[in-house]
């Protein structure tokens, strides 16, 4: 097993091991110190596939458990399911003293934590993430929340969860084109500051080693949360190719997938680094083919004036300035803050 410590306020372990799901009553009676009332909060394919069991493992350690299923997708990622899981909550009558486990991908991970940070104005909860990109990013660190119709994530909280249980043995069950979505953030990992994490996609070995990659992406994104919690610095090289990926998912109405777009943003911030002497070819060539050789994409059809035209209602955004992420060399990238009166002639630059 694998465990990271992330020492935040408060901190947590994230606990990554091939079949952890199995023991996860006990695991959560270690964490929590007592048997209590415990709501899983989920989406229904999830459900369909581990709820019960979950439910099961959970009742055998002499927790009291009660399950509720959002219909997957980001789609519902929405006020209306929020305010649902809430409702259930209540109906359930779950008190201070009882705890939440978001089980599944992002979207009920980052809704289950959002209602915990607001239900009773907070109780505990735990993430059991089951999509790649949910071990390696969205249940580690905090950042909860839901879309409004104006845009994706803008409602929300930091609110830490008490622990994190990754079960790799989850994977095995997602659909291929979701499990390489996520793989897309790992990459990401590997070029922010692990090359021999970047070296296990380069090579195609990321598969065979799924605990190992998990883990160093993990320690990263740790790493990077201890420093600055509330995103307000060094986190945000957490963004690599997100500005321009985010651009690519809006202006296609969210049919090029996240980790598409950052797979895309990614080799259009490494053009833009080369052009800009910040990084050598060499690099950004490496970059190109392994996201190709693993099946993702990058290119874009879109124009740059309408990427530029996604990127400036970005939340990112931050007066009249857009901080990219850009690559020198695999294994490290800085932080550039461009004013916006710039930013079209480097959207140029990125994209051809
Ligand atoms: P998701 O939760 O929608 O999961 C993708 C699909 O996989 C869903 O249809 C789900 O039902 C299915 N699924 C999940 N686990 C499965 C399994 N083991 N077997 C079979 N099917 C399974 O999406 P996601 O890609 O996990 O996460 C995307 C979300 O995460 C976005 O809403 C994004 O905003 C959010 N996010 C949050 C953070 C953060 O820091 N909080 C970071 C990155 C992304
Ligand atoms: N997913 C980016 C972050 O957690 O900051």
């Keep these: 097993m694998n465990t990271i410590r992330v020492n935040t306020s408060p901190a947590y372990d994230v606990k990554i091991e091939t079949g952890l799901m199995n023991r996860l009553g006990s695991e959560l009676l270690a964490v929590l110190g007592k048997t209590c009332k415990i709501a899983i909060l989920t989406d229904d394919t999830v459900d369909g596939i581990y709820g019960r069991r979950i439910e099961e493992n959970l009742v055998e350690s002499g927790f009291d458990v009660c399950r509720f299923a959002m219909p997957h997708g980001e789609e519902h990622k929405n006020l209306q399911w929020w305010g649902r899981m809430l409702e259930f909550l209540a109906e359930q009558h779950l008190t201070r003293s009882d705890c939440i486990v978001a089980l599944g991908g992002g979207v009920p991970g980052d809704m289950a934590g959002f209602a915990a940070a607001c239900y009773l104005r907070s109780i505990a909860f735990v993430q059991v993430p089951t999509t790649l990109l949910a071990m390696v990013d969205s249940s580690v660190g905090g950042k909860t929340g839901l879309d409004l119709q104006q845009g994706k994530n803008l409602a929300g909280a930091f609110y830490q969860p008490r622990a994190v249980f990754c079960d790799p043995e989850a994977l095995l069950t997602l659909p291929e084109e979701i499990l ?71 202006c296609s109405d969210f049919g090029v997938s996240h980790g598409k777009g950052v797979a895309i943003g990614m080799v259009m911030a490494a053009r833009l680094a080369n052009k800009l002497d910040i990084c ?40 009249n300035k857009i901080t990219l992420v850009l690559p020198e060399r695999i294994g490290h990238c800085e932080l550039k803050p461009i004013p916006l009166d710039r930013f079209a002639e480097w959207m140029q630059l990125a994209a051809q």
């Design 180 to 250: 390489i979505d996520g793989a897309a953030e790992c990459v990401k990992y590997g070029i922010l500051d692990d090359e021999p994490l970047f070296a296990l996609f380069e090579e195609g070995q990321w598969k065979e080693r799924m605990e190992e990659v998990i883990a160093r992406c993990i320690r990263q994104k740790a790493e990077l949360v201890e420093m600055d919690e509330k995103d307000r610095g060094s986190r945000q090289l957490l963004n690599l190719g997100h500005t321009f990926g985010h651009a690519i998912e809006k």
């Design 280 to 319: 050598d070819a060499g690099t950004l060539d490496r970059i190109v083919r392994t996201l190709q050789n693993m099946g993702l994409p990058t290119w874009t059809e879109f124009e740059p004036a309408q990427l530029l035209a996604a990127a400036l209602s970005d939340k990112k955004r931050a007066g």
